[in-house]
């Protein structure tokens, strides 16, 4: 396969999952739901009014600030990727770019449209394509759903600041699309020789 049809197959399955999983969840959960798969995973329904981890921006302004930014910004991993498919860099880095940008798509598709096809799902389940959808174009809200709590308790009086406080690892909620992007930054890190290769020096002998 080449490194073209490579990085392709990936943004499609990447984006077409994250959407389906996206989609099933905001369908089938009321806001605030949760579902214990362990115990240290569960679904838990929230949606993302900011940026990622639950982050605000701006209210309504900085949000589509934020949108905007976003599709500048996979504008530019798209031209990124496709330099490295010319220069026909190690597979590892097409696949980790390809995975940055299907996330940041993901996530841009929720921002674009999911306030105009979807209405909202507090105490109730939404409905795709609504009559009376919650939002604007451009001012939709991320699904997130991934919760992994892998430990909770009080964390020991000596820990400076947050010593003696109820404490969550992992806290945070996020969504196929985080994910996504957080193993094509890891893989960039551990392949960073490929991703960034050093400009060779040549010594010139007299």
Same mark, same amino acid.
């Given at each position: 396969m080449s490194k073209k049809s490579l990085a392709i197959l990936i943004i499609f399955i990447a984006i077409i999952l994250d959407q389906v999983i996206k989609i099933y969840v905001k369908t089938h959960f009321i806001l605030g739901e949760e579902v214990v798969v362990f115990d240290w995973?569960?679904?838990h329904f929230t949606e993302n009014n900011g940026m990622a981890m639950g982050f605000e921006f701006g209210g309504k302004g900085g949000k589509l600030f934020l949108t905007l930014f976003r599709l500048i910004a996979v504008s530019g991993i798209i031209y990124w990727?496709?330099?490295n498919i010319k220069k026909k860099v190690h597979n590892a880095v097409i696949i980790a770019i390809a995975l940055i940008f299907s996330g940041a798509v993901g996530n841009i598709i %929720?921002?674009?449209f999911y306030g105009i096809i979807f209405d909202g799902s507090k105490h109730k389940i939404?409905?795709?394509f609504a %009559?009376?959808?919650y939002g604007e174009l451009f001012h939709g809200r991320v699904v997130d759903m991934f919760y992994?709590?892998?430990w909770q308790g009080v964390?020991?009086?000596w820990i400076p600041v947050m010593g003696g406080e109820m404490f969550t690892f992992f806290q945070y909620i996020f969504n196929p699309a985080d994910a996504f992007?957080?193993?094509g930054v890891a893989l960039l890190f551990i392949f960073s020789k490929q991703a960034f290769p050093k400009e060779e020096r040549v010594s010139l002998k007299e």
């Amino acid at each position: 396969m080449s490194k073209k049809s490579l990085a392709i197959l990936i943004i499609f399955i990447a984006i077409i999952l994250d959407q389906v999983i996206k989609i099933y969840v905001k369908t089938h959960f009321i806001l605030g739901e949760e579902v214990v798969v362990f115990d240290w995973f569960r679904i838990h329904f929230t949606e993302n009014n900011g940026m990622a981890m639950g982050f605000e921006f701006g209210g309504k302004g900085g949000k589509l600030f934020l949108t905007l930014f976003r599709l500048i910004a996979v504008s530019g991993i798209i031209y990124w990727l496709i330099q490295n498919i010319k220069k026909k860099v190690h597979n590892a880095v097409i696949i980790a770019i390809a995975l940055i940008f299907s996330g940041a798509v993901g996530n841009i598709i %929720d921002s674009v449209f999911y306030g105009i096809i979807f209405d909202g799902s507090k105490h109730k389940i939404a409905t795709l394509f609504a %009559d009376k959808p919650y939002g604007e174009l451009f001012h939709g809200r991320v699904v997130d759903m991934f919760y992994f709590p892998l430990w909770q308790g009080v964390l020991p009086d000596w820990i400076p600041v947050m010593g003696g406080e109820m404490f969550t690892f992992f806290q945070y909620i996020f969504n196929p699309a985080d994910a996504f992007i957080s193993i094509g930054v890891a893989l960039l890190f551990i392949f960073s020789k490929q991703a960034f290769p050093k400009e060779e020096r040549v010594s010139l002998k007299e």
